[in-house]
């Protein structure tokens, strides 16, 4: 992670730190546990707690999981 970025959690309503990733920096393969956030030009991505994302080959941000 690049920063840390003041989030509120979405479950609790709590106030956490998440790592901030740049996508561009992140690569096939790479995976990323949420809370966190991914930036680029015009976007950010959010990564719930509890959920994970995953860089496809494309360079898709895909998102799994979810609390059970």
């Known amino acids: 992670a690049s920063s840390t ?3 509120v959690e979405a479950i609790n309503g709590e106030i956490i ?3 901030v990733y740049t996508r561009a ?3 096939p393969g790479s995976v990323l ?3 966190a956030a991914v930036v680029e030009d ?3 991505t959010i990564v719930p707690t509890g ?3 995953r860089i496809a080959h494309g ?3 895909i998102i799994e999981g979810g609390l059970a």
């Open 59 to 61: 360079g898709e941000i």
């Open 33 to 35: 546990s949420g809370p």
């Open 25 to 27: 920096s992140l690569v």
């Open 42 to 44: 015009g976007t950010t």
């Open 51 to 53: 959920f994970t994302a």
């Open 5 to 7: 970025r003041r989030m």
């Open 17 to 19: 730190d998440a790592p």
